[in-house]
C-alpha cells in the first residue's frame, strides 16, 4: 500500500512521552533536595546537575536557581538528610570510648559510601543542623567523660579530622583497584592501612591519650577544689 497524504500529517507516535512540564509555582526546595536525594542515594552524584535534576521535576533548569544557589547548595542540604539518619550510635553514652568509636566510624562509613558526602566535607567545614547537634553531643560525652571544655574541643578537633582525613584516603585507595593485585608487598601492606579495623584501631590511639588527659586534668582540678573549698570555709 501506498503512502497517503494523510499518513504524511499524522504525528508520528514516539516510543516514550516527555514528562509534562510543572506549572510555575508548584515545585519547593524540599522538592528540589529530595529529588537529589534520591539521585545521591541511587549512586549518581556525579552525574547529577541541575539539567538533570529540573529534568526529574518537570521544570526548566532556570527555574531551579528560584529555590537553590547551585549544585552544592543542594549536595550540602542532601548531605545533612543522610548524616542525621546515621550518625547516631548505638552505644551509651556513660561508656564514652565505645559511643565516640561509633560515632567516628558512622561517619567515616558515610563518608566512604557516599562521595558527595566526602565531596562536601572536603570542600567547607560542615556547619549543617545535623553536623552541629552531632558536634554537641560528642563535646557533651566527653565532657562528662572528665575533659575540660578547652580540651574537649581539642580532643573533638583531633577526631573530626582524623576521621574526615582517614575516610578520604580509604575511598581513595578502595577506586584504585590496581593496589589490590599490586606486585609490589609493600604496597599492598600500606594499602591495608586504610580499612574500617585500621580506622578503629588509630582512633584507639587517639581515645587513649584523651583518656590519660582526662585522668590528668580531674586529678588536677582535685587539689584546686579542696584549696578552694578551704578557703571558703574560713
Do not use: C
Not at 15 to 43: F, H, L, N
Not at 98 to 105: G, K, M, R, S, V
Not at 136 to 147: F, H, K, N, Q
Request: aromatic residues 6%; positive net charge.
Amino acid at each position: 500500500m501506498g503512502t497517503t497524504k494523510e499518513d504524511l500529517r499524522a504525528p508520528r507516535k514516539r516510543g516514550r512521552t516527555p514528562k509534562q512540564r510543572a506549572r510555575w509555582g508548584t515545585i519547593s526546595r524540599q522538592q528540589v533536595v529530595d529529588a537529589a536525594t534520591r539521585v545521591v542515594r541511587a549512586g549518581g552524584y556525579e552525574q547529577m546537575t541541575i539539567r538533570s535534576l529540573a529534568g526529574e521535576l518537570g521544570v526548566s533548569p532556570m527555574s531551579l536557581y528560584r529555590y537553590v544557589r547551585g549544585k552544592d547548595d543542594i549536595l550540602d542540604e542532601v548531605v545533612d538528610t543522610l548524616l542525621n539518619e546515621m550518625w547516631r550510635p548505638q552505644a551509651r553514652e556513660d561508656e564514652w570510648r565505645a559511643w565516640i568509636t561509633e560515632a567516628a566510624d558512622r561517619l567515616r562509613e558515610l563518608l566512604v559510601s557516599q562521595p558527595a558526602a566526602l565531596h562536601v566535607y572536603l570542600a567547607h567545614p560542615v556547619v549543617s543542623a545535623s553536623a552541629l547537634t552531632r558536634m554537641d553531643a560528642i563535646m557533651r560525652v566527653l565532657r562528662e567523660a572528665g575533659l575540660s571544655e578547652a580540651t574537649a574541643r581539642r580532643a573533638y578537633g583531633a577526631i573530626h579530622t582524623y576521621t574526615i582525613g582517614f575516610a578520604a584516603l580509604e575511598a581513595s585507595r578502595r577506586r584504585d583497584a590496581r593496589i589490590q593485585h599490586d606486585a609490589d608487598v609493600l604496597a599492598r601492606q600500606l594499602a591495608a592501612f586504610t580499612t574500617p579495623q585500621r580506622f578503629v584501631e588509630g582512633l584507639g590511639y587517639l581515645l587513649e591519650g584523651i583518656s590519660s588527659r582526662s585522668a590528668r586534668e580531674t586529678r588536677e582540678q582535685g587539689p584546686r577544689s579542696t584549696a578552694s573549698a578551704s578557703k571558703t570555709s574560713r
